[in-house]
């Protein structure tokens, strides 16, 4: 339920546009960002307002050319933006704020399970012939990527692939388990719709670690019925999708996507972090 306290906390009075981040936010995430390399100019760039271009972006869905003036230009912005995902900056954000989350919610900080589900989304054009063939194939027939979301039980994001829409969701699982495994060791269980069984899957999840997957099926009853676990999953998509960047696949690139699917909960994070009591 929407209570006053709620109200408070998704606030966002006194900013200059509502993705804005806060004081508050911007110390949770400062001192994650990496500083400017030794050598050559000083850096100039206000890196705030870097993110708070990126963040405006993501959550009106702007095209680049449109962001305001008043925030740096889109070559800065989407040049930190490529370099932050290259250099895996948007990652180590992303896990230490993913850590600090479980930690005041009284969890361990690695989870011991978690649910996995693909999430597609209309393609836009990008850039025609010239594009490479990923771009190509996840445009086809209006289908864009297919994003497969591995979360925990608190419907947090662990872990985001993106592959074209010509890779089935259980090839693709393959490099996100393999991934996820590294960063996140104590998982046991993972659960899965109907579309991950059968023993491609099985293979996939036995040759990344010692993990079990549970299918859960949908009943066969024509009726609504909450599934176990993997509604967790489905009010994550229903999060990430308040952004509206991602409510169709404009990027040409598959690794793009995928940086604005965990951008989008790196937002959510710092959101909820500055409404917590500090630990």
């Known amino acids: ?17 509502p993705s804005d981040l806060t004081d508050v936010e911007w110390a949770l995430v400062e001192s994650l960002i990496p500083p400017a390399k030794h050598g050559g100019r000083k850096r100039s760039v206000n890196v705030r307002e870097v993110l708070n271009a990126i963040f405006y972006v993501l959550s009106t869905g702007c095209q680049w050319n449109a962001l305001p003036k008043d925030l740096p230009p889109k070559s800065t912005v989407y040049g930190y933006l490529d370099l932050w995902d290259w250099d895996g900056t948007l990652e180590r954000i992303h ?28 393609g836009a054009a990008k850039g025609g012939p010239r594009s490479i063939r990923q771009a190509l194939m996840r445009a086809r027939k209006s289908k864009a990527a297919s994003a497969i ?34 960063l996140f060791p104590f998982v046991e269980r993972i659960y899965a719709d109907g579309g991950y069984q059968g023993p491609k899957m099985a293979g996939a999840v036995a040759r990344t670690g010692v993990w079990q997957i549970e299918i859960v099926k949908r009943p066969t009853l024509a009726r609504f019925e909450i599934l176990p676990k993997r ?49």
């Open 1 to 17: 339920m929407w209570k006053a306290e709620h109200r408070r906390a998704a606030g966002r009075r006194g900013l200059r546009y």
């Open 149 to 182: 979301n591995l979360v925990d039980t608190l419907g947090l994001l662990l872990n985001v692939i993106v592959h074209p829409a010509d890779v089935q969701d259980r090839d693709g699982a393959f490099d996100l388990l393999r991934r996820s495994r590294r």
């Open 95 to 122: 896990y230490a704020l993913y850590v600090e989350v479980r930690e005041r919610a009284g969890r361990e900080a690695s989870p011991t399970t978690a649910i996995i589900d693909p999430q597609s989304a209309k």
């Open 231 to 279: 509604w967790i999953v489905e009010r994550t998509f229903a999060w990430i999708s308040r952004c509206r960047r991602l409510a169709k696949d404009f990027e040409r690139y598959a690794r793009t996507t995928a940086a604005f699917v965990r951008l989008a909960m790196i937002r959510l994070m710092l959101r909820r972090l500055a409404a917590m009591p500090p630990s």
